[in-house]
């Protein structure tokens, strides 16, 4: 089988590529990446020689080269995307260009090609807040309050309707907040482990009693492939590993393992229309798929801090241009 995996050389997408050409010999992936600030080749080192990997560099709005890049392969899987919350409150115009727009395109493109499985990589984050110890499902309504999330709610429903209008052989997948390796320094993780490594101060949004729930990205890509390969189509899979922390209670945690002081903490002013909580039910994926995730939560954080305080090339190459005015912007404080 050959997969077009869009968005390929952005966090989740590159990890991915590197875990199936790594569990699955026989499958060959071909990544369309339009390498924007968040796009990284060097994420993808590891692979890059590898014969069943092909990079395309390109738009997923350009529909002759999504149509052309679609010859001979059977999937296409859509990691690509706008990710960043804060960068949408900024300017959500892109958003709804590369979220909405460029996936209706791929959609046209998959129908053109007969396409056997369209997978839409999506985010809990579309169904807004949920308070106390409720969870999301499946068929929580969705209730988007950002317009990242809520361009990404809007390709989730052309993806469903595509599927019941014309049949095409469409699955969503809706995941709770990921973890782990070449993830941009921008999103909150690796934004706390990296500042903390420079002894300066990390930035905590309002009181801090906001809760994530976090999934190690391996986990979440083994989700995918079993989506990929056994679920059902017109259907949403939720992905999770119920490991839900107050991002304080997450600061304080990551501040303990790196032997730093609490000192370091910073409350800003909160983000607007901030979600106070996710929290992701998996029981259909777990239930009808037989997935489940491997990477207890502890041991993912000791491994993902650890990633990061042995690749400071990585780090360095990125904390520049940019991504540089972009934090002095948002946090009013050098990089
Ligand atoms: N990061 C998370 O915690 C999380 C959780 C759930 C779902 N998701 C979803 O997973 C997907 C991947 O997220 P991520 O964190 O890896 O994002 P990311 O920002 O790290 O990567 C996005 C990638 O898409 C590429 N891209 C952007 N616009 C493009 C375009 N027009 N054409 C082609 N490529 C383009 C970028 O160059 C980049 O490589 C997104 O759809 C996101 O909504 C992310």
């Known amino acids: 089988m050959k997969i077009l995996v869009t968005g390929g050389a952005g966090f989740i997408g590159s990890n991915f590529i590197k875990y199936v050409l790594r569990e699955y010999q026989d499958i060959e992936i ?4 339009l390498l924007t600030y968040a796009g990284n080749l060097k994420n993808l080192i590891e692979i890059q020689n590898d014969p069943r990997y092909e990079f395309v560099k390109g738009d ?30 900024e300017n959500p115009n892109i958003f709804i260009t590369t979220n909405v727009l460029g996936t209706q395109t791929l959609l046209n493109c998959a129908m053109k090609n007969s396409i056997e499985r369209y997978i839409q990589i999506s985010t809990d984050e579309v169904y807004g807040s949920i308070e106390g110890k409720g969870l999301f499902t499946e068929s929580t309504i969705l209730s988007p309050s950002s317009p990242y999330s809520a361009s990404k709610a ?53 009181d801090g ?21 056994k679920g059902r189509v ?19 945690l990551i501040l303990k393992i790196m032997n730093k002081s609490e000192n370091l903490i910073d409350f800003v002013p909160d983000r607007p229309g901030h979600d106070r909580r996710y929290a992701i039910d998996s029981s259909k994926i777990k239930n009808e798929l037989k997935w489940k995730p491997k990477i207890p939560f502890i041991e993912g954080l000791n491994q993902t801090i650890k990633w990061y305080q042995n690749n400071q090339d990585w780090i360095n190459e990125i904390i520049s241009g940019e991504y540089k005015e972009y934090y002095e912007r948002r946090y009013k404080t050098k990089i």
């Open 30 to 33: 071909k990544n369309l990446d």
């Open 60 to 89: 997923i709005n350009n529909f002759d080269l999504v149509d052309s890049s679609l010859k001979e392969c059977q999937s296409i899987i859509n990691f690509a995307a706008e990710s960043h919350v804060d960068r949408s409150i």
């Open 154 to 206: 809007a390709a989730d429903l052309l993806t469903l309707s595509y599927h019941k209008t014309f049949n095409l052989p469409a699955i969503v997948t809706r995941c709770s907040n990921n973890y782990g390796p070449n993830q941009f320094p921008e999103k909150l993780m690796p934004l706390m482990i990296l500042n903390i490594i420079k002894d300066k101060k990390i930035p905590i949004y309002g």
């Open 209 to 229: 009693l906001h809760v994530r729930d976090w999934i190690h990205v391996e986990d979440h890509c083994s989700a995918i492939m079993n989506i990929l390969l």
């Open 234 to 252: 017109g259907n949403v899979y939720n992905i999770g590993a119920n490991n839900e922390f107050k991002n304080l209670e997450l600061a304080k």
